[in-house]
């Protein structure tokens, strides 16, 4: 699929949704894709990609950002408090916020640095303990002391388990922003995108389709 066709599909689900046109962020998820590849979308015009280890992000993106302009570069993996300031220095947002931890860290590092990407807050939906991310029950009192520390918390991200229905779990996303004033959900990949956009999606995670199968694990 071409990006060209994920950006029409895009549309065509905001049409559907009664959502105003140009709501919905496409994230074009890099990770470990050649340079070649995304060198190729750069070129097509796209300019928000996600990375998930801030090493690799670290590695490329600094260069693509002297050779085209207005490149924004969203963080959607797990983030270890010790890469904490590496990715803030890169990062336009940062999506896994998941811990108190981690929020005490960023918030000390948003005073030296002077900025703070936007964040986005992770739960757990499926509750599942092999993943990352605060459970539901916990998610009001976690947004509530991130927002004490003065983080910019735009919104919630989830990654739905794989073997149940997504859009019960981008609903369930939709209602906790909702009942904390945060309008950002970033929600919805390859195989979803369409179901979390019709749920209020405003940041949708894209790669397989854009980029073909990753290269490497």
């Known amino acids: 699929m071409t990006l060209r066709e994920i950006t029409t599909k895009i549309a065509k689900a905001e049409e559907r949704a009664g959502r105003e046109a140009g709501s919905v962020t496409l994230i074009a998820v890099s990770k470990v894709q050649p340079d070649a590849r995304v060198v ?67 918030a000390r590092l948003a005073q030296e640095l002077g900025r703070c990407p936007d964040l986005f807050i992770q739960v757990n939906t499926g509750e599942e303990e092999q993943k990352a991310g605060v459970f539901p029950r916990d998610a009001d009192g976690f947004i509530a002391e991130c927002q004490a520390l003065d983080l910019p918390v735009r919104g919630l991200m989830c990654i739905p388990p794989v073997d149940e229905e997504a859009a019960l779990h981008f609903a369930l996303l939709s209602k906790i922003a909702a009942r904390n004033g945060l309008s950002g959900l970033s929600m919805g990949m390859s195989s979803d995108f369409e179901k979390a956009i019709a749920l209020g999606a405003t940041h949708v995670r894209v790669g397989s389709a854009i980029f073909g199968e990753r290269v490497a694990g």
């Open 40 to 106: 190729d979308v750069l070129e097509e015009g796209h300019r928000v990609f996600g990375e998930n280890k801030v090493q690799e992000a670290a590695g490329k993106w600094p260069d693509f950002r002297t050779r085209f302009d207005g490149v924004q570069l969203h963080l959607i993996g797990p983030l270890q408090t010790n890469k904490a300031r590496q990715a803030m220095e890169l990062a336009d947002a940062i999506h896994t916020l998941d811990r108190p931890k981690l929020a005490k860290t960023l």
